[in-house]
């Protein structure tokens, strides 16, 4: 079955950082892009990060611009996430998912808890 396996989650303190990884499982990640996602209790879905299929264009949502690092190794089928400067705000379930846009995913993981806390 064709889904995503996020892993490298955990408790940081501010300023700390982690990277995030989203293995693809049954499929070829070329050609499709990517998004990162996350959610905190209570709080809608947010759009983090995409990366193009394409021409590994890249976008991020303003709060983690100069922060977040978004990144592929086609031949690893693996999307990353590094994530930099942590903020306590950055606290949420974080999933991968394609595509980036749209009513649905196609395809997304289960998610990895990031918890950023002093």
């Known amino acids: 079955q064709e889904r995503f396996v996020e892993s490298g989650g955990g408790s940081v303190q501010p300023g700390g950082s982690l990277r995030l990884s989203c293995a693809a499982i049954?499929?070829?990640?070329?050609?499709?892009?990517i998004g990162w996602f996350r959610q905190a209790p209570g709080k809608e879905r947010e759009g983090v990060s995409c990366?193009?299929?394409?021409?590994?264009?890249?976008y991020y949502e303003d709060s983690v611009k100069g922060r977040f690092t978004i990144s592929r190794d086609n031949a690893k089928n693996t999307a990353y996430l590094q994530m930099n400067s942590l903020k306590p705000e950055d606290t949420a379930v974080y999933y991968c998912?394609?595509?980036?846009?749209?009513?649905?995913?196609?395809?997304r993981g289960q998610g990895t808890q990031v918890t950023v806390t002093a």
């Open positions: 049954g499929f070829t990640l070329d050609y499709f892009a």
């Open positions: 998912a394609t595509p980036c846009y749209g009513p649905s995913f196609d395809i």
């Open positions: 990366i193009s299929g394409s021409d590994g264009s890249t």
